[in-house]
């Protein structure tokens, strides 16, 4: 049986509606996992539930995070945050990380993981981080429009073998002060951290750019879905046994 990977819900307030980006779905399947959008709910006990069958959780992108998580007033560039999804990832997260479970973060996703375990934000680019480098461009979205540098010593240089790499952007959040639980894993051309991990954990890793869109274009993209996957099957077999 291949890994079930829980896949953190879209949120449409204005539609009331829960929704998903093909991209995360496949590029999951792709790499060998069965992808599970998960409900909106930060209950415990039924988190606690989820993350029984689960073998690794996804945290997607979606709205800004709440400055209050990481003790700033929100500024007036910054997005409405969803309190549910603030809510719940704190739950899934905590759970998750006392687990050891593979967690994989995707824009928000890097966003939300550092601001839970101390971080800061830049909760807008355009006015508190100014930069030529494009961080939020236009469609098509696999397209890479900068480059980050890879941490030599890091697992990703590892995995990817290369110092330097082409990413796609959309984001106009980002990780100003990294938590001390996070290590970097590549910067930016602008000194932005982009991928960062947890070296006390088997697999937390999160990107600011974006794999989901590039997965099917870009092997890189493909090997941090397969990687993920390759960490969760091995959870599944403890599961299983």
Known sequence: MRPIIGIVP????????LWMLPGYMDGITDAGGIPVMLPLTSDKEKIEELLDIASGILLTGGQDVNPEIYHEERRPECGIPCAER????SELLRQALERDMPVLGICRGIQFLNAYL???LYQDLNTQHPTATEHHQKPPYDVPVHNVSIQKDSSLHKLLGTDTLAVNSYHHQAIKEKADALEAMAVSEDGLIEAVRMPDKKFVWAFQWH???SYKSDISSRKIFEEFI????KLHKNILT
Request: hydrophobic share 20%; proline share 5%.
């Open 118 to 120: 101390g971080g800061t």
């Open 230 to 233: 390759r960490c969760c099957e």
């Open 10 to 17: 879209l949120v449409d307030e204005t539609k009331d509606s």
């Open 86 to 89: 603030d809510e719940m990832e």
């Open 211 to 213: 794999p989901e869109f």
